[in-house]
Nanobody, 115 residues
Framework: QVQLVEFGGGLVQAGGSLRLSCAAS????????MGWYRQAPGKQRELVAA???????NYADSVKGRFTISRNNARNTVNLQMNSLKPEDTAVYYC?????????WGQGTQVTVSS
């Protein structure tokens, strides 16, 4: 089992920045891809950004150039730096860890961007 805890959500004005962090604990051996997803009210959960243990990254088109995902394998953390935030970035953000065929999710953290 892998436990994930997210930190850093909150309320910010459009154009502002937030940094999300996710700490993994438990049986973390073999965790390859870690990522951030988000779910806005009435919408499906969607990928925001993901990063492999080797550092390869993948971003949703809507956040490219504004968000940066990073990972510290020694500390078992993954971060999401969000700049130039827009009201449409408002959502609950979830951390996910992939270990073999299993996906583990955090509890989510609310990000609200006011216009």
């Amino acid at each position: 089992q892998v436990q994930l805890v997210e930190f850093g959500g909150g309320l910010v004005q459009a154009g502002g920045s937030l940094r999300l962090s996710c700490a993994a604990s438990g049986s973390i051996f073999g965790v390859n891809v870690m990522g951030w997803y988000r779910q806005a009210p009435g919408k499906q959960r969607e990928l925001v950004a993901a990063i492999t243990s080797g550092g390869s990254t993948n971003y949703a088109d809507s956040v490219k150039g504004r968000f940066t995902i990073s990972r510290n394998n020694a500390r078992n953390t993954v971060n999401l730096q969000m700049n130039s935030l827009k009201p449409e970035d408002t959502a609950v953000y979830y951390c996910k860890a992939q270990q073999g065929t299993y996906d583990y999710w955090g509890q989510g953290t609310q990000v609200t961007v006011s216009s």
